[in-house]
């Protein structure tokens, strides 16, 4: 059982379109954050959100935290072929002793097409 | 280039051999954490280190596994008698401090024969 549930993990669209990956998990996090990746690669940063309700933007891409900081979101407008990747969420469990480690969902695998 | 660098990018080997990777970390960074992949999947925690105590391990990390900093700047990973199923990208983050982002490096594809 994933502690964070990412979907969904395919996503293939044309170019132009809006999309929304979800974050769902029954845990709170003291901070989540979103990544992408590129085959053969490691993950890059692309925002970390750290309070319920927090909303941030990165040029086309919409980061948003839930109220609970269980659940976030990452909305792409006017999606381009560059957006073309793996998405992963990422979360530090609130409490205990986690030492900030990262408790990933599985990933999303977008594919926009020209 | 200052991010964090992994050595190498790429290692082959056959089953039963140890293989050992390197990860050298953003030098301001005191924490420092390895984590695997495997095809599909999100990264896995593996392991942490702030500075040169190591302070959590997973399950995931068999007696197989062992991850140093010695000198609190660059780490190890060897996998000793390495089996199909450590096939995977081993991948290495660092950060400043508790809950601050954390910086990954390329990764280390390893595939065993």
């Known amino acids: 059982t994933q502690l964070l549930e990412q979907s969904p993990q395919f996503l293939s669209i044309q170019e132009g379109e809006n999309l929304t990956v979800y974050c769902n998990s029954s845990?709170?996090?003291?901070?989540l954050q979103w990544y992408r990746q590129e085959p053969g690669e490691g993950p890059v940063l692309l925002v970390t959100v750290v309070t319920g309700g927090e909303v941030k933007k990165l040029k086309r891409l919409t980061f948003q935290f839930g109220d609970a900081r269980k659940d976030s979101s990452l909305h792409i407008t006017a999606a381009q072929p560059g957006d073309t990747g793996l998405y992963l969420c990422?979360?530090?469990?609130?409490?205990?002793?986690?030492?900030?480690?990262?408790?990933f969902g599985q990933g999303t695998i977008l594919t926009v097409h020209p | 280039d200052t991010g964090v660098s992994q050595n190498p990018r790429h290692k082959i080997t056959k089953r039963g051999q140890n293989v050992t990777f390197r990860c050298d970390p953003i030098s301001e960074h005191n924490r420092l954490y390895w984590y695997r992949q495997t095809l599909g999947q999100g990264p896995e925690f593996l392991t942490y280190?702030?500075?040169?105590?190591?302070?959590?391990k997973s399950r995931l990390l068999s007696d197989r596994f062992s991850a140093e900093r010695p000198k609190g700047s660059f780490s190890t990973l060897e996998i000793q008698r390495t089996e199909q199923g450590d096939s995977a990208m081993y991948l290495c983050?660092?950060?400043?401090?508790?809950?601050?982002?954390?910086?990954f490096g390329p990764g280390t594809r390893l595939t065993v024969l």
């Open positions: 845990s709170v996090f003291s901070s």
């Open positions: 280190f702030q500075n040169e105590a190591q302070l959590e």
């Open positions: 983050a660092s950060s400043r401090t508790r809950g601050d982002e954390q910086f």
């Open positions: 990422a979360g530090v469990r609130a409490g205990g002793t986690s030492y900030g480690k990262l408790t």
